[in-house]
C-alpha cells in the first residue's frame, strides 16, 4: 500500500505500545469501531508517547477477533511524510503586503504544514477500512474454528483427568477392599491353624495315653506338622499387618535359602509327573537386607502361578534363576505354560486381575507390593512361549565390608 502501510513491526517498543494501545484504547477505538475495526491517524492523542516512539509510530487499527473482545490484532503505521519541491528563497519566510499586512511565502506555510504533521500517519480512507474489515472478517473466523479446537482440547484433558480420578477412587477401594479382606482371611485362619497345631501336639500324650508306643518317624513328621503350622500362622500375620501398614521386619537374608525353601514349599501339592524344575542361582549371591517371609512369599506366588499354569502343558518346565545385576539382584521364574497375552501382561499386577483361572487376583499384586516396598520391580517379560517373570531388589551398598 505503499508509505505508511500496516504493520505490526514497530522496533523494540511496538510489542508495548500494542499492549498499551489495547488497555487504554479500549473505550476510544471501539466507540469508533465499525464492523470490529477501529482505527486513528493519530496515535498519541489517544494513549501516552515518548518522543522516540512518536517517531517510529503514528498511527494504529485494532480488529477485535473475538465476540468478548478477548483476542484482537493491532497494526501500526509510522509517520506520513510527504515531499513538495517549493519555489522561492530559503531566507525570506515572510513578507509585507503595501497594506502592511504579514504574509507567509510557500516555504513557510510548508514548514508550519510540516509541524503540523509530526506524530501522524497517512489517515485511514474508505479503501483501507473496508481491506481491514474484509481481514478482520477472514481473521475472526479462523480463530473462531482454533478457540472451537482449543476448547474441545481441554474438554477431552477434562474427561481424561476425571476418568483417571475415576480410577484412582477405584484402585483406592481395591486397596481398602483388600486390607479388610486380609485381615478377614487372617483372623479366620488363625484360629484353625491354632487348633491344627494343638491337635497335633496332643496326638504323642493321647497315645502314650492308651499305651501305644509311636514310631520315632511319625513323632518327627507331627513335630514338623506342629513347625509347619505355626510358621503359616506367621506368614498369615506378617502379610497381613504388610498389606494393612506396610511393615517389613528386614534382616540379612541368605537369597539362595530363601529361593529353595519357597519352591520347596510350592511343590507339595504338586501331582505333575512329567514336572522339572531348574534353579540356576549364583555361586555368590550377595546377602540382602530384606524381609525373608514376605521374599519368600513373592517366590512362593510366582512359583505356585507358574505350575498352575501348566498343568495341562505337554513340557513342563519351572527354571528360576537369579543373578546379581550391578546394584541389584534380578530373579527370574520362567514356566513352558500358555503365556501372557500382550494386552494383559501391563495389568497382571494389578488387584482382582487373575493371572491364572484359578484364585481371587491378589497374589501378584501383593508381589507387587511387597517387591516396590524393598525399593525393588516387578515386572513381566514378552515372550514366545510361556511367561517369563522377573523381580529385582537392591544390593545394600557397604554390605561386603560389613559381612563379608
Not at 494513549?47 to 501500526?76: F, H, W
Request: charged residues 25%; aromatic residues 4%.
Amino acid at each position: 500500500m505503499g508509505e505508511g502501510k500496516y504493520s505490526d513491526q514497530g522496533g523494540p517498543h511496538s510489542g508495548a505500545l500494542r499492549a498499551a494501545l489495547r488497555a487504554q484504547t479500549n473505550d476510544v477505538l471501539d466507540a469508533q469501531s465499525i464492523e470490529g475495526v477501529g482505527t486513528t491517524d493519530n496515535l498519541s492523542s489517544v494513549i501516552d508517547m515518548t518522543p522516540e516512539q512518536r517517531k517510529m509510530i503514528a498511527g494504529a487499527a485494532v480488529l477485535n477477533l473475538s465476540d468478548d473482545g478477548q483476542d484482537y490484532m493491532v497494526l501500526l503505521r509510522s509517520t506520513y511524510r510527504q515531499t513538495i519541491r517549493w519555489a522561492g528563497k530559503p531566507e525570506k519566510i515572510e513578507t509585507k503586503d503595501k497594506d502592511g499586512i504579514t504574509r507567509l511565502s510557500p516555504r513557510g506555510s510548508f514548514a508550519l504544514w510540516s509541524e503540523e504533521r509530526l506524530g501522524k500517519s497517512k489517515p485511514f480512507d474508505a479503501i483501507d477500512r473496508d481491506t481491514l474489515r474484509i481481514l478482520r472478517r477472514a481473521l475472526f473466523a479462523l480463530n473462531s474454528v482454533e478457540r472451537e479446537r482449543v476448547a474441545l482440547e481441554a474438554q477431552k484433558k477434562a474427561e481424561a483427568e476425571e476418568l483417571h480420578l475415576r480410577h484412582a477412587l477405584l484402585d483406592a477401594a481395591r486397596a481398602s477392599s483388600l486390607c479388610e479382606l486380609a485381615s478377614a482371611i487372617a483372623h479366620e485362619l488363625n484360629q484353625p491353624l491354632s487348633a491344627i497345631s494343638n491337635y497335633v501336639s496332643a496326638c504323642p500324650q493321647e497315645f502314650k495315653n492308651a499305651g501305644i508306643d509311636m514310631p520315632p518317624r511319625a513323632v518327627a513328621l507331627m513335630d514338623t506338622a506342629v513347625t509347619e503350622t505355626a510358621r503359616a500362622g506367621e506368614l498369615v500375620r506378617r502379610v497381613r499387618d504388610f498389606i494393612s501398614r506396610g511393615d517389613l521386619k528386614s534382616e540379612f537374608i541368605d537369597l539362595d535359602k530363601v529361593i529353595r525353601q519357597s519352591v520347596s514349599l510350592a511343590l507339595v501339592p504338586v501331582d505333575m509327573p512329567r514336572l522339572k524344575v531348574s534353579l540356576d542361582l549364583d555361586a555368590d549371591l550377595p546377602l540382602l537386607l530384606a524381609d525373608p517371609v514376605h521374599v519368600g512369599q513373592v517366590l512362593l506366588n510366582l512359583s505356585r502361578n507358574s505350575l498352575a499354569a501348566m498343568e495341562k502343558s505337554q513340557t513342563q518346565q519351572l527354571t528360576i534363576r537369579a543373578h546379581p545385576q550391578g546394584d541389584v539382584v534380578r530373579i527370574t521364574v520362567v514356566d513352558t505354560g500358555p503365556g501372557i497375552p500382550d494386552d494383559a501382561r501391563r495389568l497382571i499386577f494389578e488387584p482382582f486381575h487373575a493371572s491364572t483361572t484359578k484364585g481371587m487376583g491378589i497374589g501378584l499384586s501383593l508381589c507387587r507390593s511387597i517387591v516396590e516396598a524393598h525399593a525393588g520391580r516387578i515386572w513381566a517379560e514378552p515372550s514366545d512361549s510361556g511367561a517369563i517373570l522377573m523381580f529385582e531388589l537392591p544390593i545394600q551398598a557397604g554390605l561386603d565390608d560389613e559381612h563379608g
